[in-house]
């Protein structure tokens, strides 16, 4: 899906754009596919390499619509998806409302806390700032509702970082 989607991409834009993280990554990526020659369990070790692979295709896929529309305009969209997506999943799962039997804490969570760098990330750009902060408040309630002690040490460093880092340009724009 993904390839696909950057395959329509570059037949639309005729271009893709590999920024310095982008580089830095497949280089990354690269290393963990060499480093497989080596492991005593190729099997267990090359369980990182799809969703590795899958992360340097989206992070692509970003840079190059980033470059092309502007960023604002990707993370609004992005952002709109997620809200559109976690609305979907409430009404299907009926998270945080009802447990259901095979709830999977981790996915739940990994998908709120994308929510909320880019809620994050939208209100740091410049704009509305309360539409975006509302968004991150309900998806960090929801990470916390899923009950993932990583998702939830994550969350709590990541915000600790951005607010040491960035809560009085914030305050001040």
């Known amino acids: 899906m993904l390839l696909g989607t950057l395959a329509f991409q570059v037949l639309l834009l005729n271009r893709i754009c590999f920024s310095r993280e982008a580089k830095i990554y497949g280089l990354l990526f690269l290393y963990a596919v060499v480093s497989i020659t080596w492991t005593p369990d190729p099997g ?31 993370l609004l969209g992005s952002l ?6 976690a609305i979907l999943c409430t009404v299907i799962l009926k998270f945080p409302l009802e447990l259901p039997n095979d709830f999977s804490y981790n996915a739940i969570a990994t ?17 509305s ?40 340009d914030f305050v001040h724009q």
């Not at 902060?133 to 993932?148: D, E, I, K, N, T």
């Not at 939830?152 to 990541?158: K, P, S």
């Open 44 to 74: 267990i070790a090359s369980n990182s390499l799809f969703p590795m692979f899958n992360f340097l295709i989206l992070l692509v896929i970003y840079d190059s619509l980033a470059t092309n529309f502007g960023l604002r305009t990707v």
């Open 80 to 85: 709109s998806g997620f809200v559109v997506g």
């Open 111 to 127: 998908m709120y806390l994308f929510g909320l760098f880019l809620s994050l990330a939208l209100a740091q750009i410049g704009g």
């Open 129 to 168: 700032k309360i539409t975006p902060l509302s968004v991150a408040f309900l998806a960090a309630a929801h990470v916390v509702a899923s009950s993932s002690i990583k998702a939830n040490l994550g969350m709590t460093l990541g915000l600790l970082t951005w607010f040491f880092y960035s809560f009085r």
